[in-house]
């Protein structure tokens, strides 16, 4: 026997400098332990963001389809999807990057053009992954103050406060459009702003996870400024709106040059064959994607009405779900409704020990999210 804590400690002293004094990506709950612990009934599984509404029924076709090759690798340049998302999205298959979600990604962004010595910078409350990847390659990550609690968009990213972190030694901005675990999102006339103050040797990442969900009239991609700026990466994924979070399949927009110098670190069948094939197929049926977002507006907009109407203060959101304040009691209304079988995100780990994240469920769900708040 061994002990793993000291063995730990043993490697970690061998493993990389940012490396040293890594912490683990926090997933949240243990959700196939609660699982267990709940059957035979069912949890209300509101921590991650997924979409209720399930992926298109071509997904689950096209995955079956997929079975029948499973001894084979799949394509490792992901050729067909890269042909079907060029064609949607209006740019060459050069300027796509495929990745293991976009989580994989947005790590490789910061090992391949950051190291120790170079700064980062992110917003306060932006997606904890960006912290992350600083800290892996070894470099320093700055965090600009977020927009204040009573501002109209509040806890937010502030663009200027982020443009002003922006020096000499930072190699690359990590912004979330719209941010999770804000849900808040930022206007096209600010990001071009932002833009036109950030030298062309910073790379800026903008996450676009939700943007199929983001439906704000001032709200837009920022790939419409990729051709003036060839700096600017934007990434998406499948996990989210397209329902497919169990199957790994995130992809970058970028200049042709710079994903040419991504792929020369991309392992090479990173994205799976099932993955491959579902992403295509869903991305072939929007009218189920339309019809998911419908549904989504509509029971968030029910669910923060609700919230608001029992007091809780709820930040804006463009996405799938809600972050909400609870208060001084914040952490026992997460034991509570993990009691009544609902699982919501615990916020503490962002500095926000007064919230809990919540996805939008289907109706029924969030009525019982309701029914247990309201019993607590
Ligand atoms: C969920 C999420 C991701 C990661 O998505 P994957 O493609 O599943 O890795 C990235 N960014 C944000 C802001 C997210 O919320």
């Not at 949890?43 to 001894?71: F, K």
């Not at 999205?89 to 989580?103: E, I, Y």
């Not at 000499?168 to 600010?190: D, S």
Request: net charge neutral; hydrophobic share 50%.
């Amino acid at each position: 026997m061994t002990d793993a804590g000291a063995d730990e400690t043993f490697f970690a002293q061998r493993a990389q400098p940012g490396i040293r004094g890594l912490r683990a990506y926090d997933p949240g709950h243990d959700l196939v332990a609660l699982r267990a612990r709940r059957a035979p009934d069912p949890l209300v599984e509101l921590g991650s963001n997924e979409n209720p509404q399930g992926a298109s029924p071509a997904a689950r076709a096209a995955v079956l389809d997929a079975l029948h090759q499973l001894h084979r690798y799949p394509d490792p340049l992901g050729g067909a999807l890269k042909r079907a998302l060029a064609q949607r999205l209006d740019v060459a298959p050069a300027q796509l990057l495929l990745g293991n979600g976009s989580h994989e990604l947005l790590m490789q962004f910061a090992q391949v053009f950051s190291g120790p010595g170079d700064e980062i910078v992110a917003s306060q409350y932006g997606f904890a992954v960006y912290a992350l990847a600083a800290q892996a390659a070894g470099a320093t990550l700055w965090q600009a103050p977020a927009f204040a609690r009573d501002h109209p968009m509040a806890r937010g990213h502030d663009l200027e406060a982020i443009a002003a972190r922006i020096g000499p030694r930072t190699k690359i901005a990590y912004l979330a459009n719209p941010n999770n675990p804000t849900g808040t999102w930022y206007g096209a006339e600010a990001f071009a702003a932002f833009m036109a103050r950030v030298p062309d040797t910073v790379l800026v990442v903008v996450d676009e996870a939700y943007h199929e969900y983001a439906d704000a009239p001032d709200y837009a991609s920022a790939q419409v400024l990729q051709a003036a700026h060839r700096n600017l990466v934007v990434t998406r994924t499948f996990s989210k709106a397209y329902a497919l979070a169990g199957l790994r399949v995130g992809y970058a927009i970028a200049n042709a040059g710079l994903i040419a110098v991504m792929e020369r670190v991309r392992e090479s069948f990173n994205v799976n064959l099932p993955g491959l094939a579902a992403a295509q197929a869903v991305l072939d049926d929007q009218p189920h994607l339309q019809w998911a977002l419908a549904r989504n507006v509509e029971a968030r907009e029910a669910l923060a009405k609700a919230l608001r109407q029992r007091g809780w203060f709820v930040h804006r959101s463009l996405t799938n779900f809600l972050l909400v304040e609870f208060g001084a009691g914040t952490a026992r209304v997460e034991a509570g409704l993990l009691a009544h079988g609902v699982v919501v995100r615990p916020m503490a780990g962002y500095g926000l020990p007064d919230c809990l994240r919540i996805t939008v469920g289907e109706a029924g769900e969030n009525r019982r999210l309701l029914a247990a708040l309201d019993a607590l």
